[in-house]
């Protein structure tokens, strides 16, 4: 999507030189826009590591572009072309990309995913390397348009009953372009509907404690021009109570195949209130989020602690650069729940990229028969 | 209670000259204990104003003594004994009072009161002004204190059924001692706990976009001395979804003499997950809160804007003092709701003076019956 008028994505080759990859180091967002030029997968891995680039999409298409530059380092240095010994050492590298972010499903996926694309193309594994991250990324972003092409019909149909006033959808933390590799989950349908020229508006929660809404959907939406306006993630029941939202949309860190989801600690209050005020509550996600395994999420799925002085700082801009504050008194402990899980029964339907259904196993196996 | 080990209440007449009205100014707090000497209704009316002190309780007993300050002037000045001009210049400062925030209940029935006790006193309307200052705190702290041994009963009971395992108790905004003279209303359940004894923790809701649970609720139950826990407003459904929350109490600005309570924004959405996941939920408040007008709060309770900037940018504490920083992007918007309203079906209790009912005007009315 566009930043100062011009189109980017999260993650890509530098045009003059295409042994460069280039992402935008997140961190100073939406501070500073900075592009990254990563040389080497120990780059790579340093970025996804310390979060210059983050989100489920993004992750995946950054093990693509880390084994790319793997294959460039090892194969410059001693083996043209592939032997086991290349492959030994580039399986080391993978190792090393995956380690960095043990949890994200998606590294692991993608990077094994240029490991055997090398092993069917020995005679030309950089090009396999490359071709498979340009591959990953395309699919990315391929998955994402589609989820916005059909959760835009929502969005059309609500903007048809209000007679084309604005649409006001709800959205929690960051599941934008961002996240991914183009369009985002999330914020796919908003964008869709901006192309469109169906007017929306989007009430964007801050997202404490890392206010990644805040940060980053407020940065992504205003530069795109999409219109939109920044609340404390205490505003929305009362929002919904007043006739101020007509749905919401999150995106999803895991959804079990039986509808429950698990997205960023606060995305459940928000079901309740959707729910308490008859607000249609939609889930975006592609279908690599789904767990076909786990049927109970709020019992199943293992939530992340993370360390309380996300809570009790936070970084904010002044006229003298980026400076982190402490919130707190020194002497009160915090605590740190990353995500929540949001039942079925408070989710209207799954916005997934084969289309959009009701959160049940039921109806997410007539979407993926080949699941069951 | 308590800082620093030593009992304060909010505002109290300086021990050494009684001439001089003392706050703790609360506008520093967490990261500073600054004590402010008002010796003027002017001041008196810059602290009201401005926040120095602010909260329901505290408001009413600071009409009180700024009415007290304003018949020291006005006698020292010109008028001895009282007379008509002195009544005059005293209804004149009465008004500059009631001006610094219009909306106070409190406020306004605290000068009347001082006023009406001067004319019927008008021999000695400094000694009536004072006694009545006087009066209205210690009122204020009667009330809360009651309160406190009311709602202490609920507590013990659920640390029974727990075989004395720690009550966990999650509280939004603070309704705390800060916000009145002692006790305060939400915390007073709480300290009544912890001098009989009751293990408790506390779950302190930050607040946002004000922080009043991070800065002020963190600061006087740490220095009180009570374990807590400051967490994100997100994280109070995943707590009650896994048994974490034994029960809520929060403070209310104004609660409808049928049930339904306005308290600081977010306060709805705690409710709703207490009633998604069978936790009771409680709204602490003296009978001064009711509105026996309105019928239904949702409706009819007017909810104030505020500005933006106030979720915008934060303040926080630095190694080189206190400093703000803006959390947003530059063009991004934000709305800035101040308050929600919980209707009286999700509360199971309203914690009064006078004990505690369900929350229906049949039930209020029974505690209340002089207002039928």
């Known amino acids: 999507m566009k930043i100062q008028g011009k189109h980017y994505r999260t993650v890509w080759l530098k045009p003059e030189d295409p042994s460069v990859v280039q992402i935008i180091d997140q961190r100073y967002l939406p501070f500073e826009l900075v ?62 990309l995956k380690a960095t972010r043990p949890t994200a499903v998606n590294l692991e996926w993608g990077v094994n995913r240029a490991l055997e694309a090398m092993r069917a193309n020995p005679q030309n594994p950089l090009q396999a390397a490359r071709e498979t991250a340009q591959i990953i990324a395309d699919e ?49 349908p908003m964008y869709a509907a901006f192309e469109r020229g169906i ?15 805040a940060r980053l959907t407020a940065y992504e939406l205003g530069q795109h021009g999409v219109p939109h306006t920044v609340i404390a993630d205490n505003v929305g029941g009362h929002l919904m109570q007043h006739g101020m939202v007509d749905m919401v949309i999150t995106g999803a860190d895991r959804v079990t195949h039986t509808g429950d989801a698990a997205n960023k600690i606060g995305t459940y209050l928000k079901a309740l209130a959707a729910k308490d005020n008859g607000v249609p509550f939609y889930i975006a996600l592609p279908s690599s989020t789904f767990d076909w395994v786990m049927t109970d999420g709020v019992r199943q799925i293992p939530v992340e602690q993370r360390g309380g002085e996300e809570v009790t700082w936070i970084d904010g801009w002044t006229e003298d650069g980026v400076k982190s504050v402490r919130l707190t008194p020194a002497e009160s402990p915090a605590a740190n729940f990353g995500f929540d899980v949001t039942p ?22 007539k979407l993926y028969p080949e699941k069951r």
């Open 35 to 96: 592009i990254e030029d990563l040389r080497t997968p120990q780059e790579a891995a340093t970025a996804i590591k310390e979060m210059h680039a983050r989100g489920a999409g993004l992750i995946g298409a950054m093990a693509g572009y880390g084994m790319y530059l793997a294959a460039l380092q090892t194969l410059g240095a001693k083996f043209t072309p592939a032997n086991e010994a290349f492959f030994e050492e580039i399986e080391k590298q993978g190792a090393m």
């Open 140 to 188: 990315d972003a391929d998955y994402c348009r589609r989820i916005g092409e059909h959760g835009v019909e929502i969005i059309a149909e609500i903007s048809k009953r209000k007679n084309g006033a604005p649409v006001n959808i709800l959205t929690h933390c960051n599941a934008g372009w961002l996240a991914f590799v183009d369009y985002g989950t999330a914020t796919a």
């Open 199 to 213: 007017p929306i508006h989007v009430w964007v929660d801050e997202t404490r404690p890392r206010n990644q809404g």
């Open 344 to 365: 079925a029964r408070l989710i209207t339907g799954l916005i997934t990229e084969r289309g959009i259904c009701p959160a049940s196993a039921e109806e997410v196996y």
